[in-house]
């Protein structure tokens, strides 16, 4: 079967000599949830400009559909307009994405400048308004809303343009609660009609909601594995290789606990250690 998007042993590095990814290979499948998770620093957001062709790969190659993505491709108007309305991408920070007068206007952008009508175009920003709970927003300007109507509006101007493929990078940065619950259950919604997910993020309990597949980035900018989220999430070495938990001592009267922590993983005392004379010791 043919993957919708395919990274085939990708390295990249900014100015040449600053490492971002290190032979990265990925398959994505239509219709599937996936989420490359790893620490800062990891690569994520890189693998999804590459995967986007906002940057091209020093070695290796991305393909659509199995076409190759390159500078040479995209200068192909068809190819250009079917990958452009085809595969979406949400920037980590709202305020990059934003740039129209209006939330009506940036929701607007999009479907114009793929060349629909002005109806269809009008028509579709309505619908997507409604669908986010922003209408109320439509006639203001990006910089009267909060962070979570910012990232609304920045994903709105994504869909308005309907794509297949949408290409989330740390899409719970900075939310509160309603917010990332109302993102959450969005994109659930638009997994089961059909759109594929490609999920940036270095948040565990988000991976574990969506239960999604996963690639773990170490910090060296490769694929560590690849697997289910409970695969993945179950693999405490993995995780902690990768810096996405940590091990945390402290003390309950005379007896010292190690345990693994992160804001997904419960509290466990997973190893006992004797009483405060053998201190010296686990230091």
Known sequence: MEHILRVDDVSYSYYEKIPALSCVSISLSEGEKF?????????????LKVMNGLL???SGKVYFQGEGITEESLKNRAFMRLYRSSVGYVFQDSDVHLFCPSVFDELMFGPLQLGLSDDEAH?????????????????????????GEKKRVAIGSIL??????????????????????FLIELMIFLNEA??????????????????????VLSEDHRVEKIGTAEEILQDEKLLLKVNLIHEH??????QAHIHIHSHYLTH?????????????QIA
């Not at 001592?249 to 005379?254: C, E, F, L, T, V």
């Open 35 to 47: 989420a490359v998770i790893g620490a800062n620093g990891s690569g994520k957001s890189t693998l």
């Open 56 to 58: 091209y790969p020093e």
């Open 123 to 147: 028509e579709r920003t309505k619908g997507v308004l409604e669908m986010l709970e922003i209408s109320h927003l439509q006639d203001r300007p990006s910089y009267m809303l909060s962070g």
């Open 160 to 181: 308005t343009m309907n794509p297949g493929v949408l290409l989330l990078d740390e899409p719970m940065s900075g939310l509160d609660p309603k917010t990332r619950s």
């Open 194 to 215: 059909g759109k594929t997910l490609v999920i940036a993020t270095h948040d565990l309990s988000l991976i574990s909601e969506l239960q999604c597949r996963v690639a």
């Open 249 to 254: 001592m402290h003390y309950h009267g005379n």
């Open 268 to 280: 466990r005392h997973d190893r006992k250690h004797d009483d405060l004379n053998k201190k010296n």
